[in-house]
């Protein structure tokens, strides 16, 4: 059976601090990989990632995939208050996008 | 602007009553989607619909009924053989039909009293 398994299941770090979220994943005939941000309500989108190795970037976001092993991590650095969200990381399965369960990050002045 | 609206934003029900949550969306994407999201859980996949008048069912589809007369709505119906409605539902839609790069409304939060 298909599955997204994220980890951790939330995180408490202080301003300034780099966190590395976790996104596993087992999916038939895997396509891409895509990561979400939620901060109260509507998830909105962050990167789509396809090929093993390839950094996508955007300010202190960052994620790569790992298409060997599986995996995808998003990192934070220099973390901010405004980055407390829960961060859902996604696949499409078929004709739908299958979640994982969000790993819920609060990041403290 | 383009976007997703959904509405209410809240809604109440009391058990044993069906309730219709509205999702509208002026993007002119073909694929919608409905979710629900359980607190400190993430999204699982109720019903999609990729062309108006078809619809699939998705992982949790029990109790609930969608319908897609037109493009742009996508209305979810909680009916009353769902036994936990309490959630947030979210309503997303997709220009692909592999639901990449899916934009989300705002939610409705649904509480059974």
């Known amino acids: 059976e298909d599955k997204v398994v994220q980890s951790p299941l939330s995180l408490v770090v202080h301003e300034g601090d780099t966190v590395t979220l976790n996104c596993s994943y087992e999916v038939t005939n895997f396509r891409s990989l895509l990561w979400y941000k939620q901060e109260k309500k509507a998830p909105t989108f962050l990167f789509m990632l396809t090929s093993s190795g390839i950094e996508k970037k955007s300010g202190r976001l960052s994620s790569i995939l790992d298409k060997k092993e599986l995996f995808s991590i998003l990192n934070i650095t220099a973390t901010q208050t405004g980055d407390s969200a829960i961060y859902l990381c996604?696949?499409?399965?078929?004709?739908?996008?299958?979640f994982g369960g969000g790993t819920r990050l609060m990041v403290k002045p | 602007d383009g976007g997703i609206t959904q509405s209410p934003k809240y809604l109440f029900r009391k058990e044993g009553q069906n309730v219709t949550l509205s999702c509208e969306q002026n993007?002119?994407?073909?694929?919608m989607y409905w979710y629900r999201q359980d607190p400190g859980q993430g999204l699982r996949l109720i019903y999609y619909?990729?062309?108006?008048?078809?619809?699939q069912k998705g992982d949790i589809a029990e109790g609930y009924s969608v319908s897609r007369e037109k493009k742009e709505s996508f209305p979810l119906t909680v009916t009353s053989a769902q036994k936990n409605p309490t959630a947030f539902y979210l309503c997303?839609?997709?220009?692909?039909?592999?639901?990449?790069?899916?934009?989300f409304g705002q939610g409705t939060r649904l509480t059974v009293v």
């Open positions: 619909s990729q062309i108006v008048n078809d619809f």
């Open positions: 993007l002119n994407h073909d694929a």
């Open positions: 997303a839609s997709s220009n692909s039909r592999t639901g990449l790069e899916a934009f």
């Open positions: 996604a696949t499409p399965r078929g004709n739908m996008l299958t």
